[in-house]
């Protein structure tokens, strides 16, 4: 039996649904009050300058010289110039209160919303003897010395790990480490690193049968973050030693390359590739990118995902698991790793019309949000450069990414801050539903 979504609302549920409704309508009424028919011009006039700017975003990036910096001064002008309207027809305030109260709106009717249950999805977890001959591989240099800063190696082996200290100076093959460790008994492997050390070992763990050990010294974690371990002290991933449980996960492959976040293609996979990236970010990415965007330069790509094909994009994102897109503090953050399912994100914009489009969000015709358990990706060239969990390389085509659901057995801290809950999507049908119920309580629907 489907129950109504007022069943068991309780009195918090109800005012938060109430005060959602009320702050929405007053923020729709508010400019129509004191605006009048004007109000329509404030909506047409904001919209246009959100359009203009955004089409002055892609010429930034798609031209140079003169045109450039007109674009810029554009880009900065059209959002003062929608500001400066307003406020010379004194409707500023009007505008900037409307605005709040859509954000209290948003804010309570998402609190209601999260309170009928809606949050993050649980994690089993596996309860598994502690490891007896943990082999841990750390980066020195990762994380701005996040291994000596924090004594992860002195910790590690106080806890019975033996540890391998990479040398900077001479790049050493952490899979080939990984693997004689494997050998030589280890029964875990773990590194305190980057991302993309910790894909290369995770797959030499699922090719073992061994379980993994993550330690968030790299410098953005983005896998330490989706798992809900501690990015701020990484020595409390080392708990997981003597008091951890395990997590089953997936982890994704483009042809023989692991990926524990994603492999990106197209025009950020050909910037990262310069070799100038690494020391000037912004004016080797300025300086790429106008070729990039408008086909001069690069591959041209067609890709399938589940034979449904994205033709033609100039960026492609597949991720191990989908990212949030629903919730703008969310992005970049994944609500599981275990759905067996790859996230896919294509973008193609030809012009600033397109650009301007893409306002329109996962409606936009240039962008493509899907899942898939396999993504085919082919181009006119027998190579193309692939960003794999931020690592640059030449993969030969087509390359295909898959997932192996489940088969990542990841060692974590029992105590852990875990994953932040996802925020729900608005839902006004079901806020009306739960502001609505009247004289109810949590159990049985009876009266007060």
Request: proline residues 6%.
């Amino acid at each position: 039996m489907v129950l109504d979504p007022g069943e068991g609302a309780h009195a918090a549920q109800r005012w938060s649904a109430r005060l959602a409704l009320t702050a929405a309508a007053l923020g729709v009424l508010l400019p129509m009050i004191f605006a009048g028919t004007a109000s329509l011009i404030l909506v047409v006039v904001g919209l246009g300058g959100m359009a203009v700017t955004a089409a002055s975003v892609w010429w930034v990036l798609t031209r140079r010289g003169a045109i450039r910096i007109a674009a810029a001064v554009l880009a900065v002008a059209a959002p003062l110039t929608v500001i400066g309207y307003y406020d010379a027809q004194n409707l500023l305030w009007v505008v900037m209160v409307a605005l709040g109260l859509w954000g209290v709106a948003v804010w309570a009717g998402r609190a209601a919303i999260r309170s009928t249950g809606f949050g993050a999805v649980p994690v089993t977890e596996y309860q598994t003897p502690a490891p007896q001959n943990p082999f841990l591989i750390m980066n020195p240099r990762s994380g701005g010395g996040k291994v000596g800063r924090f004594g992860l190696k002195e910790k590690a082996e106080r806890l019975g790990a033996r540890v391998a200290l990479l040398d900077p100076d001479h790049p050493q093959d952490v899979a080939a480490l990984a693997r004689e460790a494997a050998d030589a008994g280890a029964d875990l492997l773990g590194v305190a690193g980057g991302d993309g050390t910790q894909a290369l070992v995770a797959a030499v763990a699922v090719e073992r049968g061994l379980p993994f050990l993550v330690i968030s010294a790299g410098t953005r974690n983005h896998f330490a973050l989706d798992l809900g371990l501690d990015r701020e002290d990484p020595s409390t991933c080392l708990d997981a030693l003597t008091d951890g449980v395990e997590l089953r996960v997936d982890l994704g492959y483009a042809n023989e390359h692991p990926f524990v976040n994603n492999a990106s293609f197209g025009a950020y996979a050909a910037v990262v590739q310069s070799p100038a990236y690494r020391d000037d970010k912004v004016r080797t990415t300025l300086e790429l990118l106008p070729d990039l965007l408008t086909r001069q330069r690069g591959p041209r790509m067609i890709a399938q995902a589940d034979g449904v094909k994205i033709p033609a994009p100039q960026a492609l994102l597949v991720s191990n698991n989908p990212y949030r897109t629903g919730d703008a503090a969310g992005l970049g953050r994944r609500e599981l790793l275990n759905s067996g399912r790859l996230g896919v994100l294509g973008v193609k914009v030809d012009n600033a019309a397109q650009a301007a489009g893409l306002l329109r969000g996962r409606k936009a015709a240039g962008l493509t949000v899907r899942t898939a358990q396999e993504v085919l990706v082919d181009a006119d060239r027998e190579e193309i450069e692939v960003g794999v969990d931020g690592e640059a390389l030449m993969v030969s085509v087509p390359v295909r990414c898959r997932i192996a659901p489940g088969a990542l057995r990841v060692r974590v801290p029992r105590g852990r801050p875990g994953v932040p809950a996802v925020k729900p999507p608005m839902d006004w049908r079901r806020l009306r539903k739960l502001g609505a119920v009247v004289g109810r309580t949590a159990v049985g629907g009876r009266g007060f």
